[in-house]
Every structure is written in C-alpha cells, then in structure tokens.
C-alpha cells in the first residue's frame, strides 16, 4: 500500500519560497499510470488543489498558482517536491500530497488512491 509523508519547514517568512517534500513507499514514483498531487487547505477554507506531477515526470499547475509554483521530483529518493515562491500570508494552509491512478485536478480527498497526513506551513514575519 501506498504511503505518503510530508516534510519542510513550518514556517516561512512572507516573500521567501516555501517548499515541501513528499516522500513517497510502498510504490515507485514512475510507475504507470500514476501521478503525484498537492493539495492545500487554508484555515476556515475548503480543500484546494496546486499541481501534480506525472509517472513521466510531466507536470500540471493550477492556473491560479502557476506563476510562482514548481513541482518536481527525485526518482533516486522517490520523492516529489513543491516550490511555492513570493509566499504570502494568504499561503499559510496545512498542505497534502496525495497519489493517484490516472490524472486528477480535483480536490476531493475520496478521489485518491493515497493521501498524506500533511503539514501546517505558516508564513509570517
């Protein structure tokens, strides 16, 4: 079974670049078919969902955050990571990641086949 953790500081000063790892076990980051997503949920707000990056290493942002978001991965770590420049206030969120079967841009917990615990980033002065 596929198990994922997040991990990176919890506290970010506002303009600095806030950034995640997602370890991933109990599966390969590259097997078919499947791709790796971030998701995010601000306090007193509903689940929102920021990107994911494919078993091909293709990667999909969310228009909205496109500008000054990066995923990426290392397939020797199996391992993906979130970069999420300029931060402001307005990202202070616990952030997931979750693993799914097939492409999903949905922040819907039940739609994933793996979902981390996730971790309260903070980002204030």
């Known amino acids: 079974q596929v198990q994922l953790q997040e991990s990176g500081p919890g506290l970010v000063k506002p303009s600095q670049t806030l950034s995640l790892t997602c370890a991933v076990s109990g599966g390969s980051i590259t097997t078919a078919r499947y791709y790796w997503s971030w998701i995010r949920q601000p306090p007193g707000k509903g689940l929102e969902w920021i990107g994911y990056i494919g078993y091909s290493g293709n990667t999909y942002i969310s228009p909205s955050l496109k500008s000054r978001t990066s995923i990426s991965r290392d397939t020797s770590k199996n391992q993906f990571t979130l970069q999420l420049s300029s931060a402001t206030p307005e990202d202070t969120a616990v952030y997931y990641c979750?693993?799914?079967?097939?492409?999903?841009?949905?922040?819907?917990?039940?739609?994933?086949?793996?979902w981390g615990q996730g971790t309260q980033v903070t980002v204030s002065s």
């Open positions: 979750a693993g799914s079967i097939g492409a999903k841009t949905i922040a819907t917990r039940e739609r994933y086949d793996a």
